[in-house]
């Protein structure tokens, strides 16, 4: 029935479906096999979240990842990548947890695996910090316990510049020179240790240091010969035991390598006794 522009279906016509339209003659029907449809969104996980569409499996993430500033620009082969941060980048990547942790292993010496345990994650963090507050803490402990000292007697007192410069030169020299003659003697012996990890066990080490020169305000001399011995064989015994197991390779003169450690930082703890916390008016 037409009515305008509009054509309506007789209802009585229509049984509830469209009837099916034979093919012409002389055409044939395509039919198509379910197992060859596709169908879409792909029924797999491709994406990170469960059962929603993701990119081809071939395709180029690179706008889907954060650009890191060594990605950006590569360090160069050879020693001149030694000049550059991203060389000193992963020596730094640790958090506070993980400082306290090799600061608390640093103070208990006689357990002896802090080498395994930072084998994988040597870091420069801490030793770099614990040095720098070394140099502060000696430098105005020194002064302060002078200034006393000076006063109570009623002497003048002249700040001494020197006692910066002095502090750094030893505790820097220290962590930087002593590693670095370790490293080249364990490799002459066949027992090679990396640098770096030398380089953080001790400057973990030294750590001990920092509360003993708080303790050395109290005017008492043979109580800083105390705090003195008892900082120095703790840091002593640190170094060596950790590195005991590790020099045992390098055959039958491993006894006279840890020994020579264990001297070595002895002899730390005295220089910095007759330097740092005597006290002369």
């Known amino acids: 029935m037409m009515s305008g522009n509009y054509t309506t279906i007789d209802n009585q016509n229509v049984s509830g479906s469209v009837p099916a339209v034979s093919d012409p003659p002389g055409q044939v029907a395509v039919k198509f096999n379910d197992a060859t449809l596709q169908t879409f969104p792909p029924s797999g996980t491709q994406g990170k979240i469960s ?87 000696a430098a105005s402990i020194g002064t302060f316990v002078t200034y006393l000292a000076h006063k109570l007697q009623h002497k003048e007192w002249n700040y001494d510049i020197n006692l910066i410069t002095w502090s750094a030169g030893v505790f820097y020299g220290y962590v930087l020179v002593v590693p670095l003659c370790l490293y080249i003697i364990l490799k002459y012996f066949s027992a090679p240790s990396g640098l770096v990890q030398l380089f953080c066990l001790y400057g973990y080490s030294l750590f001990i240091f920092i509360p003993a020169m708080c303790l050395s305000v109290v005017p008492i001399e043979i109580f800083r010969w105390v705090i003195t011995g008892v900082a120095g064989i703790m840091s002593a015994l640190f170094v060596a035991l950790n590195l005991r197991n590790h020099i045992v390779s390098a055959g039958e003169r491993w006894f006279l390598i840890v020994a020579g450690i264990f001297v070595l930082q002895l002899a730390l703890s005295f220089v910095l006794k007759m330097y740092l916390f005597n006290v002369s008016v």
């Open 51 to 137: 059962g929603a569409a993701g990119p081809p499996r071939d395709a180029d993430d690179t706008f889907s990842k954060p650009v890191s500033a060594s990605s950006e620009q590569q360090p160069s082969g050879g020693w001149f990548k030694i000049f550059t941060i991203a060389a000193y980048q992963p020596y730094f990547d640790v958090d506070t947890s993980d400082v306290l942790e090799r600061i608390k292993d640093s103070l208990l010496p006689f357990g002896g695996s802090f080498n395994e345990k930072t084998s994988s994650n040597p870091d420069l963090y801490g030793p770099f910090w614990i040095c720098t507050t070394l140099i502060f803490v």
